[in-house]
């Protein structure tokens, strides 16, 4: 059956450190995939795409992702984090039907 | 561009009540989807539509009606609320073709007591 792995429930990193949230998808063929953002109280953000093309994907806010066939992976990072990053992450993966499947999310904590 | 709008934002329901969650979209997308949102737990999908008069279960989809009358409406229907069915709801739209991105609402938040 199709899912979408989010390893890491909770990570802290200190403000101005990199990060990286991992995201492992299991399908057959090359999916869509997505990572959202969520702030407290808030709705999903479109963070970035992969639908085909170049494996590194650009997105808002300084994010990026790389596509990793091999390792069915699609692992968000960002160079330098800032406090207004704390915030709830979703992997999604696009299934048959235009619905997504979502990881169960990684929660990101920003330390002073 | 309002792009998707949920009514109402929280709610408040007694066991055994009905209520309907809107949501309308102004995109002309054809597609459209529920999800509720539980801790621990991501976004599952509960119902969707591919257009109007079209709709098909997804993932969690006891408990709760659907219909889609036409391309900018889809309102999801609790028919007797259940304690279980305390959740963050969310509606998302996107165009049918395959390299789109969905747009989500803001969600309405629902206790049932």
């Known amino acids: 059956a199709q899912s979408v792995t989010q390893p890491d429930i909770h990570i802290t990193v200190s403000e101005g450190a990199s990060l990286e949230l991992r995201c492992n998808y299991s399908?057959?063929?090359?999916?869509?995939l997505f990572w959202y953002v969520q702030s407290p109280g808030q709705g999903l953000q479109l963070l970035l795409k992969y639908f085909s093309g170049d494996t590194l994907v650009q997105g808002i806010k300084g994010f990026e992702a790389e596509f990793k066939r091999s390792q069915s992976s699609f692992n968000l990072r960002k160079p330098s984090v800032h406090w207004s990053d704390a915030a709830e992450y979703f992997c999604?993966?696009?299934?048959?039907?235009?619905?997504?499947?979502f990881g169960k999310g990684t929660s990101l904590l920003v330390t002073p | 561009n309002a792009g998707v709008t949920q009514t109402p934002k929280f709610q408040v329901l007694k066991t055994g009540q009905s209520m309907t969650l809107q949501c309308a979209q102004d995109m002309n997308h054809e597609y459209m989807s529920w999800y509720r949102q539980d801790p621990g737990m991501g976004l599952r999908l509960i119902h969707y539509?591919?257009?109007?008069?079209?709709?098909d279960q997804g993932e969690v989809p006891n408990g709760y009606n659907v219909s889609r009358s036409t391309t900018e409406d889809f309102p999801l229907r609790l028919l007797s609320a259940a304690p279980s069915q305390t959740s963050v709801y969310f509606c998302?739209?996107?165009?049918?073709?395959?390299?789109?991105?969905?747009?989500f609402g803001q969600g309405t938040r629902l206790t049932v007591v």
């Open positions: 999604a993966v696009e299934n048959s039907g235009y619905a997504l499947n």
């Open positions: 539509s591919v257009g109007a008069g079209i709709t």
């Open positions: 998302a739209s996107s165009y049918v073709s395959g390299d789109t991105e969905a747009f």
């Open positions: 399908y057959g063929a090359t999916p869509y």
